[in-house]
Structure formats: structure tokens, C-alpha cells
């Protein structure tokens, strides 16, 4: 499994266990949505960035 799906997994439970105080503290609705939206694609750009980092250390 590679790292980034990895990332994305446990970034993924993450939120679903905390969605009930972050629904809270964003008010909900759109607020909530776009944070949620950026969240997942920096969960998306850091499992990126990781594969790209362990790839370029395994290649000889």
C-alpha cells in the first residue's frame, strides 16, 4: 500500500471522528464544506509529496 494512501486513510477516520466538534466549530454548512473540501486535498498534496520523497530515496 503506498504511503499516501495511507495518509489519506487515516486523515480520512480522522475527520470522521472528529466531524461531530469540527461541524460545531465551523457552524456548518458552506463554511463547513470548504474547509472539508481543503482538508481532503491537503490530506491529497502531503500523500503526494511523501510518495514523490520515498520514491526518490529508493531509486539508486
Do not use: E, W
Not at 471522528?17 to 457552524?27: A, N
Not at 472539508?36 to 490530506?43: G, M, P
Amino acid at each position: 500500500m503506498k504511503p499516501s494512501a495511507i495518509i489519506h486513510l487515516i486523515g480520512v477516520v480522522a475527520f470522521g471522528l472528529l466531524y461531530v466538534p469540527f461541524k460545531t466549530l465551523t457552524g456548518g454548512g458552506a463554511q463547513m464544506l470548504a474547509l472539508a473540501i481543503l482538508y481532503l486535498l491537503a490530506l491529497r498534496l502531503l500523500g503526494q509529496v511523501l510518495d514523490r520523497r520515498i520514491d526518490r530515496d529508493h531509486k539508486p
